[in-house]
């Protein structure tokens, strides 16, 4: 299963009087812009009606966003695309593909589920078995295959890579 929706960004803040809005995306690279159609913020889905680049961010119109006030409403709200409207190749994934994922080993035995991909310097896959959560750097050694329609990961965790308890969580018990 494929989700539909992914989160591409966020609106920074409302812009001018006529309802733009200051938006930054999470990979600033990202061609979105200018293969999406329509945009979703907090699940409701806007057309694009047009957009320009804006410093370290972008300027962005959306149809029914025609004020400050209905713009600043959108303020701090997760921007969303349809996946179908990315422009990925056909090997291509996104860290949301992760989430949800059962991790296993090489040899099949299970290593829990990925709760999160956690962003920074460097991406962690925070997975979550038997009562303990793991951080796993998200690098080719570690992790050595997706399976997106399986919704399967396949790691190589290094040895002594550190746990800690899930809180509330029973040692033995899963979550």
Same mark, same amino acid.
């Given at each position: 299963?494929?989700?539909? #929706?992914?989160? *591409? &960004?966020?609106?920074?803040? $409302?812009?001018?009087?006529? !309802?733009?809005?200051?938006? /930054?995306?999470?990979?600033?690279?990202?061609?979105?812009?200018?293969?999406?159609?329509?945009?979703?913020?907090?699940?409701?889905?806007?057309?694009?009606?047009?957009?320009?680049?804006?410093?370290?961010?972008?300027?962005?119109? #959306?149809?029914? *966003? &025609?004020?400050?006030?209905? $713009?600043?409403?959108?303020? !701090?709200?997760?921007?969303? /695309?349809?996946?179908?409207?990315?422009?990925?190749?056909?090997?291509?994934?996104?860290?949301?593909?992760?989430?949800?994922?059962?991790?296993?080993?090489?040899?099949?035995?299970?290593?829990?589920?990925?709760?999160?991909?956690? #962003?920074?310097?460097?991406?962690?896959?925070?997975?979550?078995?038997?009562?303990?959560?793991?951080?796993?750097?998200?690098?080719?050694?570690?992790?050595?295959?997706?399976?997106?329609?399986?919704?399967?990961?396949?790691?190589?965790?290094?040895?002594?890579?550190?746990?800690?308890?899930?809180?509330?969580?029973?040692?033995?018990?899963?979550?």
């Amino acid at each position: 299963m494929v989700r539909d #929706l992914v989160e *591409v &960004g966020y609106v920074a803040k $409302a812009h001018g009087v006529a !309802g733009e809005l200051r938006i /930054a995306l999470h990979n600033p690279e990202s061609t979105v812009l200018e293969t999406a159609t329509r945009l979703f913020v907090d699940g409701r889905g806007f057309a694009i009606d047009r957009w320009r680049p804006a410093g370290k961010g972008f300027l962005l119109r #959306l149809e029914g *966003v &025609g004020d400050r006030n209905a $713009a600043d409403a959108l303020r !701090g709200k997760a921007l969303s /695309a349809a996946r179908a409207e990315l422009d990925l190749d056909d090997d291509e994934v996104l860290l949301s593909d992760f989430v949800g994922c059962d991790a296993c080993l090489e040899d099949g035995t299970p290593w829990g589920r990925v709760v999160e991909v956690l #962003l920074g310097p460097q991406e962690l896959l925070v997975i979550h078995h038997e009562g303990v959560e793991r951080l796993l750097p998200l690098v080719p050694e570690f992790v050595l295959e997706l399976d997106v329609d399986e919704r399967r990961v396949t790691v190589a965790p290094p040895e002594g890579l550190p746990e800690a308890p899930l809180e509330g969580a029973e040692p033995g018990k899963g979550r």
